[in-house]
């Protein structure tokens, strides 16, 4: 601790000392910063947010360990280091996040996109892919930062698209990545619970949605990190499952015969989840696996219509 203060306040005190801060220089002191606090990944953070600072490539950054810092420069790396000492997920000091095939915004009021959550993505796409439908309509419910929808509708562009959330913050977030990914034309937001409001008539093909399923026990425990996500994003009730259930209730009023629901789950909770379905209309249950090897997504398909 104390040594970390100390390296700290010798880390960029280059006018007292003389010495002439240059990215190399910095780089090995930011890491051994991070690595003191504890950070798992010290090195690669260290480096990112320096590459994002200096508008440099991760390549770039390595070609240019003798460039000098400036003061200004040094200042705003001090910053965003002491951010990430304190515990601050690397993306939100950043600002963004890669997900599926694009670069979205982040900040404290959306959750950082994971990579599980392209199963998602993938199992939309492919059955959009199959069913061949010449506009499907495909709801994201929880839209937060607009990575699912976004990566939808940017890799198939006859696709249309409602997004949903509670928190006005995160539309506001998911617009801007549904502008600069150029989807926001066949895309509509709305801030509601669930998918209260959409007009019944609306009846979607896909309806994605990966709602907060943290249960409120594990909310006490969360890493450092998850923790300083919203909790709006991460708390699904004492068992987890409050939105996810009530979703199940609220989908089959939007959901077309034969159109798939497709939700990310806690892999401890795939059993409750599978007893959600049971007798309310849906067929051909599957469950996916993440790269872990843990149950992840569980899609099903509305019945159609004898
Ligand atoms: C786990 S985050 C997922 C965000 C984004 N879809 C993703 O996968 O990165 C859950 C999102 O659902 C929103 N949310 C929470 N409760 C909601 C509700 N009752 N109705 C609609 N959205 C809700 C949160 O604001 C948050 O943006």
Known sequence: MIVASILFSRLFSSVMNRTKWTVGKV??????????????QHGRDAEEMLSVLLN???????????RPM??????E????????????PLQYITGFEWFWKHRFKVTPQVLIPR???????AQAIAFIDDTKEPSPLVCDVGIGSGAILGSVLADRGHVLGVGTDVSYEALK????????????????????CLMRGIRPEERF???VANMPYVSSSEMGSLQREVAMEPRIALDGGPDGLFWISQLVLQVAHHLKPGGMLAIEISPQQVDKVKLLFKGK??????????????????TVVRTKER
């Open 27 to 40: 780089l090995v002191r930011a890491k051994e910063l991070l690595r003191e606090k504890g950070i798992s």
């Open 56 to 66: 440099l490539s991760r390549v770039e950054l390595y070609t240019s360990l003798d």
């Open 70 to 75: 400036n003061l200004e420069e040094l200042e």
């Open 77 to 88: 790396y001090k910053a965003m280091l002491r951010r990430r000492m304190a515990g601050e």
């Open 115 to 121: 990579p599980e959550t392209e199963i998602l993505v």
């Open 173 to 192: 977030v998911a617009k801007e990545n549904l502008l600069r990914l150029k989807v926001m034309e066949r895309c509509s937001l709305v801030c509601t």
């Open 205 to 207: 093909s896909v309806v």
């Open 281 to 298: 209309g849906y067929d051909g249950m599957k469950v996916l696996k993440d790269h872990l090897g843990r149950d992840r997504v569980v």
